[in-house]
């Protein structure tokens, strides 16, 4: 009888060590899961951080190019002006060339 009684506590020791043991195995990967989580996050954050920077820099790109294009464009515009100014100055230089008396 005693050993049967033996035998039974120490299978019921077993029972209680494996449960035991699971547990630890369930927290450990609990814990290593959330460690990648917190890992990925952090990851996540660089990477928007990294999008932000690049976007504002695109942003950034994109108003100096239209402030070039405008300048140039004005510049083209005052330069056509003044093309239209000459022009119409010979013209009338011209003409009133043609109506002096010779």
């Known amino acids: 009888l005693k050993t049967s009684g033996a035998s039974e506590h120490s299978m019921e020791s077993l ?3 494996r449960v035991h043991l699971e ?3 369930v927290e450990h990967v609990s814990s290593c899961n959330q460690q990648i989580l917190r890992d ?4 996540s954050h660089v990477i928007i951080a990294n999008l932000i920077r690049s976007r504002d820099a695109i942003r950034a790109e994109l108003k100096s190019q239209q402030t070039l294009h405008q300048s140039v ?3 083209e515009r005052e330069r056509h002006l003044k093309e239209i100014a000459t022009f119409k100055w010979e013209q009338e230089w011209e003409q009133h060339e043609q109506n002096a008396p010779q």
């Open 73 to 75: 464009l004005e510049e």
């Open 40 to 43: 990925q996050l952090a990851q």
């Open 23 to 25: 547990s630890d195995v």
């Open 15 to 17: 029972g209680l060590s």
